[in-house]
């Protein structure tokens, strides 16, 4: 990859670094952050994207026509380099941004870009993705959600759980079975539900942290207008599996920038946190862990590098993609329970206790990291994608 800039290029990171400096609240560098929009946050998180937008700075790869900027991954790149130097929020509809618009740009017609694009841009609609179901997680193939035509419109009827933000979300990411006689992988259809059509109901689940970013949805006799069917009738698989390429893609720009954050935010932990009558960053064998942290983000941040280099010369993202997935996940995970190990005994003290460190964003970042592993595919099934499509080894 080529890491020198265009003087265009420079000139774009100046104009973001200049404008987060203006936009971004005045004590937000010294807040406890977490690497996840938590509920208390989505009010300010659309308020947050909708500035964004208006700054040119949402949709930059997407084209002009529907609200985007035009430019290249490269200046992609910088604004989320810069969004890491001030630990800035990214906005709120993460899913409509990394995978609804894509796709809708991908597969839609003039009318349905024309609908819907520029509004995911805006946070006037947020977005959730229907996939999974109760028998139907990592063999997605398998889903059941039926959906029939009846005239003009499909009258669905299934169930959907995990959904990430549907509890706020307008529009949904819908697979549903269309031809049930066709093997598994044919006769699914893509389609755009309205979320406050009648029949879908939103049920939150708890997690494990105590918040519910995710919900199971009920569709029951549910209308949709068969213009809100994306691509081909019967021909939802191969729409789908644009979908998880784009996400593949936005997580690929978006988990370095985590990392790195949530890495510097340990780095200033181990600063405050005592040890031995020192701070713990002078443990000899907390530094050990430390710098090998700071070398593993080096090694994903070339490693990402690589992949947009890919991207620059027109390529799509391949399945050599979820190898940054798998680093990430074992990385992440490793960090945060460092973290633990950092706090000692304060550990044990979460939110809401007067002895809680920043607030108990560190028990929460420990326990949501568990889901990294299962979310956005789990790790056993991103081994298997790099074994069989990048090693080239016999499927298991
Ligand atoms: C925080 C979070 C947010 C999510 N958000 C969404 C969302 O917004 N929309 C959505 O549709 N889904 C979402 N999901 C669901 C997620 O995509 C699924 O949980 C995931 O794909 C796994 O499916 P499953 O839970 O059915 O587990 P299963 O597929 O039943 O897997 C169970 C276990 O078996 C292993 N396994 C399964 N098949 C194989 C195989 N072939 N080889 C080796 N091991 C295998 C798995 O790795 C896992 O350990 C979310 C999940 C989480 C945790």
Redesign the pocket.
Known sequence: MDFKLSPEQEAFRAEVRAWLSANLPPDWAARPTTDIPRAEMYEFGRLWQRKLYDAGLVGITWPKEYGGRGLTWMEELIFHQELVLQKAPPPLNI?GIGMAGPTIIAYGTEEQKRRYVQKILTCEEIW?????EPN????LASLQTRAVRDGDHFVVNGQ?V????AQVADWMMLLARTDPGAPKHKGITYFLLDMHAPGVTVRPLRQLTGDA??NEVFLENVRIPASQVLGELNQGWGVGITTLMYERLALGFGLQARFQIALDATLGLARRMRRNGGTAAGDPVLRQKLAQMVIDNAVFKYTAARAITRLLKGELPGPEASVGKIWWCDRHQALQELAQELLGPYAQVGRGSPWAVDQGVWQYSFLRSR?NS????????QR?IVGERVLGLPK?
Do not use: R
């Open positions: 899913l959730c993705q229907g996939y999974s139907a997680g990592s063999d959907k995990w959904t990430s933000l970013e995710f889901a299962i979310e956005g595919g789990t790790t056993e099934i298997n298991g």
